[in-house]
């Protein structure tokens, strides 16, 4: 089955420890992206990727980093320099470009609590 | 200002009932609007695309607006399984395959 596949579900960290999250997609598409989630809140980007070795910066992208070697895969660093970590991120994939009909398919997230 | 407002919520609503949610967005380059649904706790998946004027797909019908920059989405007769969170998202082509989400609109249909 296609799809896009995050893991882990659930991550636990001490504070001050980076962590790699972990998306890979096998639909094809070109272009991923990288959401942060807090309660009761809209989806804030942080990275996006719209061909392999290459990435921009979304709206919040101090204290992360990514990297896209491969197309099928965009794994999120959250580094100690994230002041406030804890949230649920998500990962999405589209096909590139503009266009009327761009579709962002997501995957189930991973919800990171730093201790 | 943010680029995708969304009416705060939450909608508390009975079975059956109709119920509408609006949405407007600042920037007038945006050119396709979509509504994604997103249960508790999930990842969000898209309900409903809006290009022209609007759509229909069932009980739902999503409108637009571009002289005031509003979208709206009707829900008609109301299920249990409509309770959820519904995100308004805008597409504007100049920034590639980028979407703007608004904060989300929370339902809860009561039986």
């Known amino acids: 089955d296609g799809g896009i596949t995050q893991s882990p579900k659930y991550l636990f960290r001490k504070e001050g420890q980076n962590v790699t999250l972990s998306c890979e997609q096998n639909?094809?598409?070109?272009?991923m992206y990288w959401y942060r989630q807090d309660p009761g809140q809209g989806l804030r980007l942080i990275y996006y990727?719209?061909?392999?070795?290459?990435?921009q910066k979304g709206d919040i992208a101090e204290g992360y980093s990514v990297s896209r070697e491969k197309k099928e895969s965009f794994p999120l660093t959250v580094t100690s320099a994230q002041k406030n970590p804890t949230a649920f991120y998500l990962c999405?994939?589209?096909?590139?470009?503009?266009?009327?009909?761009?579709?962002?398919?997501f995957g189930p997230g991973t919800r990171l609590t730093v201790l | 200002r943010k680029e995708v407002e969304q009416d705060p919520g939450p909608f508390n609503v009975p079975e059956g009932a109709t119920v509408a949610f609006n949405c407007t967005y600042s920037?007038?380059?945006?050119?396709?609007f979509f509504w994604y649904r997103q249960d508790c706790r999930k990842e969000p998946k898209l309900l409903m695309s809006?290009?022209?004027s609007g759509n229909e797909d069932g009980r739902f019908t999503a409108q637009l607006n571009r002289a005031s920059q509003y979208i709206s989405l009707l829900i008609r007769d109301s299920k249990l399984s409509d309770s959820a969170t519904y995100l308004c998202?805008?597409?504007?082509?100049?920034?590639?395959?980028?979407?703007?989400f608004g904060e989300g609109t929370q339902l809860t249909v009561n039986p």
């Open positions: 998202v805008a597409h504007q082509e100049t920034s590639g395959s980028r979407l703007t």
């Open positions: 809006v290009y022209s």
């Open positions: 999405a994939s589209s096909t590139r470009g503009g266009g009327a009909y761009n579709e962002q398919f």
């Open positions: 990727s719209q061909i392999v070795n290459d990435f």
């Open positions: 639909l094809n598409h070109d272009a």
């Open positions: 920037n007038s380059a945006s050119q396709s």
